[in-house]
């Protein structure tokens, strides 16, 4: 059973554009979500992060949004880069629990083009 | 720089071998953790140790075993028995309610 679902596998957006990545979970009782970028032949690294007190948070060109009656958390990224290229996990957890608690979605492979 | 090393980058062995990849960390941080993705699937939890010589079994350790003798070392043994070794594995490490740091990963192909 899939808890956080990426529905959409890959994403093209030109360069100078917005970037909108989603992700959908079924948990309820999920409370903190991140995001998390992955280059090529590298491992993920943490992006940003929402607890469920809020409905957005930024940081700098990323905003995530969370919708909790629609158990949907999207981010967006503006303007897109062509560094920003990558693939996109979103992860949640009960509390900000240590990582053993995380589940992550399958991931959103993004491509800005210039 | 601080940071996780993950060793070799690329492996390759025969079916019925066991093979055991490297993971050191240098950020101090208590908790460490191995991680398998599969193509189309998210990251899956193998096994984590929150304090040295101790661990604990993730979602899919079956076929796997791990040490943890040293807070910098975290080394995870994939042994004959698992059915689906060749995977992209992944090591990370984190404070206690950290966000996770990880690792460049091992490729490991089974044939």
């Known amino acids: 059973d899939q808890q956080v679902k990426q529905n959409s596998p890959s994403l093209s957006v030109q360069e100078g554009r917005i970037s909108i990545l989603n992700c959908d979970y079924t948990?309820?009782?999920?409370?903190?979500f991140l995001w998390y970028k992955k280059y090529p032949a590298e491992g993920p690294t943490f992006l940003i992060s929402?607890?469920?007190?809020?409905d957005k948070n930024e940081d700098g060109r990323f905003t995530v949004f969370l919708n909790k009656s629609a158990k949907h958390l999207s981010l967006h990224i503006v303007p897109s880069q062509p560094g920003d290229s990558a693939v996109y996990f979103c992860?949640?957890?009960?509390?900000?629990?240590?990582?053993?608690?995380?589940?992550f979605g399958t991931g959103t492979r993004l491509a800005v083009r210039p | 720089d601080g940071g996780i090393t993950q060793s070799p980058k690329y492996l390759f062995r025969k079916e019925g071998q066991n093979v055991t990849l490297s993971c050191e960390q240098n950020l101090n941080h208590d908790a460490m953790y191995w991680y398998r993705q599969d193509p189309g699937q998210g990251l899956r939890l193998i096994y984590y140790s929150q304090i040295v010589n101790d661990f604990q079994k993730g979602d899919i350790a079956e076929g796997y075993s791990v040490s943890r003798e040293k807070k910098e070392s975290f080394p995870l043994t994939v042994t004959s028995a698992q059915k689906n070794p060749t995977a992209f594995y992944l090591c990370?490490?984190?404070?206690?309610?950290?966000?996770?740091?990880f690792g460049n990963g091992t490729r490991l192909t089974v044939t």
């Open positions: 992860a949640a957890s009960v509390g900000k629990s240590s990582g053993d608690k995380l589940t």
């Open positions: 990370a490490s984190s404070t206690t309610f950290g966000h996770l740091h």
């Open positions: 948990n309820s009782m999920f409370d903190y």
């Open positions: 929402i607890s469920s007190i809020k």
